[in-house]
């Protein structure tokens, strides 16, 4: 049996796997913090509760209605995105020029209060979703066994990080995000609807949390506490990529994945904890983070 560092190669390969699929997780979540952080100033602690519907929303959709996979996909985060802009229209909005704390200690009620009354509904014992057909089985490639859903999940992640750092960053509808946020009045002198603008930006930060639920689904078990155990580590990561810095939390969440899936291959003990030590390490070195601003 071939052997890395003496350890199995099936067995480094199949932890990095894992630590990929967790980085793809995290990268979609950090991302979509990064984005209601980066261009709001919001620091929003409902965004693992947000997961959770992503997933829960898929799970509902598929028992009640027979949602497949597909329209689930995009169902699922479109109807947590437009809870995501009523949230902002009715309850952010009063508190859009306090202090960052507000916001914060606003969307951790939220999330208590939404985890809660799930929690009543749904119980916490877990519900299922089947993989779709057409993801079932999976590949072996000599050295181990890929699934293809799990590739699946890989490939999506890094699509939907792609492709909204690219019309962040290099769009026109992206300049307008940033200068509806950096300098509203002069936007709205320009005839730009700025509250509109707040409003789908975090409702499209909410939906890039909803949608890694739906890829979620499949593969952990949907329970309303499921958003509280991943926040944190995502919290993390985006301290360590910079908070706001979108490019930053699309390869810190795929990094730290892979460093996770690596600790628990050569130190099993330290690999719940790994990635809040990188995160201290970075603090002490780059307050601001690997790719964030330096103030």
């Not at 929303?57 to 497949?68: M, R, S």
């Not at 079932?136 to 490939?155: C, E, H, T």
């Amino acid at each position: 049996m071939s052997m890395i560092f003496g350890v199995p190669i099936a067995v480094l390969s199949g932890q990095l796997l894992l630590g990929l699929i967790n980085g793809a997780f995290y990268a979609l979540l950090s991302l979509g913090l990064a984005v209601i952080f980066g261009l709001l100033k919001i620091i929003n602690f409902a965004h693992g509760a947000f997961y959770m519907l992503g997933a829960l929303c898929t799970v509902v959709l598929f028992n009640t209605l027979g949602v497949n996979y597909w329209v689930a996909l995009i169902l699922a985060p479109l109807i947590v995105g437009v809870v995501g802009v009523l949230i902002e229209f009715f309850l952010l909005r009063k508190i859009a020029n306090e202090d960052h704390i507000y916001s914060l200690l606003l969307t951790f009620g939220l999330a208590l209060v939404i985890q809660g009354v799930l929690t009543n509904i749904y119980g916490v014992s877990g519900l299922r979703y089947p993989i779709p057909e057409v993801f079932r089985g999976g590949v072996n490639l000599g050295f181990m066994f890929l699934p293809y859903y799990r590739a699946w999940v890989i490939v999506a992640a890094l699509v939907v990080c792609i492709g909204t750092w690219f019309m962040i960053e290099k769009t026109k509808l992206g300049s307008y995000l940033r200068a509806g946020t950096e300098n509203s009045q002069l936007m709205q002198a320009f005839g730009i609807n700025v509250p509109l603008l707040v409003s789908l930006t975090y409702g499209f930060g909410v939906m890039l949390a909803a949608f890694a639920g739906v890829l979620a689904a499949p593969i952990y078990s949907v329970t309303p506490v499921m958003g509280a155990n991943i926040l944190i580590i995502v919290f993390a990561v985006v301290v360590i990529g910079g908070m706001g810095s979108i490019l930053g939390a699309v390869i810190t969440g795929l990094a730290m994945g892979i460093i996770e899936g690596l600790t628990k291959v050569f130190y099993p003990e330290a690999s719940s904890t790994v990635i809040f030590l990188v995160m201290v390490l970075v603090l002490l070195v780059r307050p601001s983070g690997l790719f964030g601003k330096e103030a």
